[in-house]
Structure formats: C-alpha cells, structure tokens
T-cell receptor
Framework: DTAVSQTPKYLVTQMGNDKSIKCEQNLGHDTMYWYKQDSKKFLKIMFSYNNKELIINETVPNRFSPKSPDKAHLNLHINSLELGDSAVYFC????????????FGDGTRLSIL | RKEVEQDPGPFNVPEGATVAFNCTYSNSASQSFFWYRQDCRKEPKLLMSVYSSGNEDGRFTAQLNRASQYISLLIRDSKLSDSATYLCVVPGGGGSQGNLIFGKGTKLSVKP
C-alpha cells in the first residue's frame, strides 16, 4: 500500500491553463504539506495543513490554492500556469510538525509548454 | 548564517570508503534534525532522525554538535547503492517556525 500517493505523476500542459494535483495519505497523519523542487533541486515548502487548517503559507503566488477536504487529503490547484511553474511538486505528511519526520509522495512532474 | 547549509559536493568515493558530510544550521533552538536521502528523480526518503547527541544505524552514524550548530552524517563501507543526494533537514525558526527546512543536499557518488 502506498503511504502518500499523488496524482498525476506527470503533467504536461500549456501556459495559461488551470490544473490540479491530488494527494492522499493513509498513514493517519494530521499534517500534510506541498513542496516545490525546481531545476536546481532545491526543495522548498509551499503550504502546510494541520487537521485541515492552513498552518504555513510561504510566499507563493495566489495562483496556487491548496484545499484540504479532510486530514487525509491535500490537493493543489494552480491557475494560469506559467513557464516558471515547471518543477516537481511533492506532497508529504507527518504526525504533528517540526519535530517529526515527513513522508513524501513520489512527486508530480509538471512541465509547462 | 543560512538556515541550513551543506557542501553540495559531489563527493566521489570508491566502494568501501568512509565518507562524512557536515551540515550547519542557524536556529539554535532546534531540537530535532533529520537526514534524508534522495535518489535521482525520486522523492526524499527519511534516512535518520537525530534527537540528542547522535544516532547510529548500521553503517550510518549521525552526530549533533549543538555548541557549533552542525550535524554530520558518516557512512562507513560505502556501497554503490549509497549513491544519492543527502539532505540535511532542521526545524525552521523565526518566521519559518513550524516547518522543516531542507538543505540543498550533498551529492555522493560511489564508484566501483
């Protein structure tokens, strides 16, 4: 059983489109995250939700909107995609945050044409 | 000092060698630290947690030096399969409190 699963694994789309990435975890964790890893391989947090409540919202364009329907799911919607959005997006989960390790999904590779 | 800083490498070592990576951090209040491993085009995976002075798991040893604010990862008897990027992770402080800060990683390449 996959602990943290993301869909889709690959996403190729044109500039200006709107797309969503879904994430689900079956670990029973109460905290979920979205990270962006760009071409320089730097992993940077975007959002964190604890029990469906937004905890961390780093400096991210408001074209990115996370939604957590329940504590096992955290989806990411992106409006008006730009070339600079091309990256690998990782979902992660943990029980609590900061003091506990995070478990990652296998990533969504987003390419903007 | 940056929140988390690592030597990007690459470290090119022969099989069987012992290799060590250092990582410095700025948040002196940090209590827990982690080493993650990331293979090319894969997700980061937890390698070790460090909650006190250090931790050992087989060929891997992590040590924490709070006074100098660095953690190290020692890999003994390197295997080809150890080739990966090793990410140092520390809790954020100040405006980043509540999240984990990932270093940019140290790339290790183990050669036959």
């Amino acid at each position: 059983d996959t602990a943290v699963s993301q869909t889709p694994k690959y996403l190729v789309t044109q500039m200006g489109n709107d797309k969503s990435i879904k994430c689900e975890q079956n670990l029973g964790h109460d905290t979920m995250y979205w990270y962006k890893q760009d071409s320089k391989k730097f992993l940077k947090i975007m959002f964190s939700y604890n029990n469906k409540e937004l905890i961390i919202n780093e400096t991210v364009p408001n074209r990115f909107s996370p939604k957590s329907p329940d504590k096992a799911h955290l989806n990411l919607h992106i409006n008006s995609l730009e070339l600079g959005d091309s990256a690998v997006y990782f979902c992660a989960s943990s029980q609590g945050f900061s003091m506990t390790p995070q478990h990652f999904g296998d990533g969504t590779r987003l390419s903007i044409l | 000092r940056k929140e988390v800083e690592q030597d990007p490498g690459p470290f090119n070592v022969p099989e069987g060698a012992t290799v060590a990576f250092n990582c410095t951090y700025s948040n002196s209040a940090s209590q827990s630290f982690f080493w993650y491993r990331q293979d090319c085009r894969k997700e980061p995976k937890l390698l070790m947690s460090v909650y006190s002075s250090g931790n050992e798991d087989g060929r891997f040893t992590a040590q924490l030096n709070r006074a100098s604010q660095y953690i190290s990862l020692l890999i003994r008897d390197s295997k080809l399969s150890d080739s990966a990027t090793y990410l140092c992770v520390v809790p954020g402080g100040g405006g980043s409190q509540g999240n984990l800060i990932f270093g940019k990683g140290t790339k290790l390449s183990v050669k036959p």
